[in-house]
């Protein structure tokens, strides 16, 4: 075929992928192409802002490695995770909703035994949390491996200080037999996500916060359930209805209560004032 135009482009380069044995990437291709060239027309595209898009992703690109993660920054940012999320993870009422599972997840973080303290160093206000996890049913999903991770009080990650040698603020802990698990740890803050690649220039550029509300990360696996990943996030936090990467689901907000000093859950004698949490996490059976 010859004589390509701006309208028939698009069932020229359809009919090229005619031969495409794997129907699944015919059909997927074959839709982002629709979409790239009517998108194209709609915006009526200068080839400067073509050139422009092709320098920032090069840049997003160039800003990943084995630890930074920008395209998937610049999918949460554009709601492309949360959208995957969201359509992957339709859950019956009464179960624990999803949310994105973001970069910081660290695969082989230590497995502490339950009332372990998980912050190993990293600085915060004393929390306490206990959470359960049950089936639809109410019954106790006993000996289910739950990761955790968080930020510290700097908002900052482990994985994000790159002198520390050791994991902080993450651990996976094994539910009891009646489900439950008991853990002490840091006070979760608002954070901003990375800022300082292309994904924060087209924040700035569009006029948006990086800030994420404050949360904790939890990953659930245990048999015959399907895996959890959500987070728990702290109630009354200024983000909650702006977070830049929209995983907040009303269903995810916990109540963080404050405690003067004096005895925490575990027994032990507090000098300081010190936060509990509780939450109940309900798995979706296979
Ligand atoms: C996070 O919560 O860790 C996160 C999620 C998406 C983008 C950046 C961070
Ligand atoms: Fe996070």
Redesign the pocket.
């Given at each position: 075929m010859r004589n390509i135009d701006e309208n028939n482009i698009t069932q020229a380069v359809l009919d090229r992928m005619s031969a495409c044995s794997n129907p699944r990437l015919k059909e997927v291709l074959g839709s982002l192409v629709r979409h790239l060239h009517d998108f194209a027309r709609e915006v009526k595209l200068t080839e400067a802002e073509w050139m422009a898009g092709i320098e920032f992703l090069t840049a997003t690109g160039h800003m990943c490695d084995d630890k930074r993660q920008e395209f998937?920054?610049l999918s949460?940012?554009l709601g492309l995770?949360m959208l995957t999320v969201a359509m992957n993870n339709a859950k019956p009422e009464g179960v624990t909703e999803s949310t994105?599972?973001?970069?910081?997840?660290v695969a082989g973080a230590p497995h502490v035994a339950q009332g372990a303290d998980i912050s190993a160093g990293a600085t915060g206000e004393p929390l306490f949390v206990t959470a359960r996890v049950t089936a639809p049913d109410g019954k106790p999903v006993v000996g289910a491996d739950v990761d955790v991770?968080q930020?510290d009080e700097d908002g900052l990650?482990d994985v994000q200080r790159p002198n520390l040698e050791h994991h902080q603020a993450r651990a996976v802990l094994r539910t009891d037999a009646e489900g439950y698990l008991r853990f002490r740890t840091v006070l979760p803050v608002a954070y901003p996500?990375?800022t300082d690649g292309p994904v924060g220039k087209m924040l700035v550029a569009t006029g948006r916060h990086p800030w994420?509300p404050a949360?904790i990360?939890f990953m659930v696996v245990a048999t015959g359930f399907e895996r959890l990943i959500t987070?728990v996030f702290r109630d009354g936090d200024p983000y909650m209805d702006s977070d830049?990467?929209f995983?907040v689901r009303s269903s995810l907000i916990g109540q963080f209560d404050q405690h003067p000093a004096g005895t925490a859950p575990d027994g032990s004698a507090m000098g300081v004032p010190f936060h509990t949490l509780a939450f109940d996490f309900v798995l979706q059976p296979v």
């Open positions: 998937i920054l949460d940012t995770s994105v599972f973001g970069p910081f997840h991770w930020a990650y996500v990375p994420r949360h990360h987070h830049v990467v995983g």
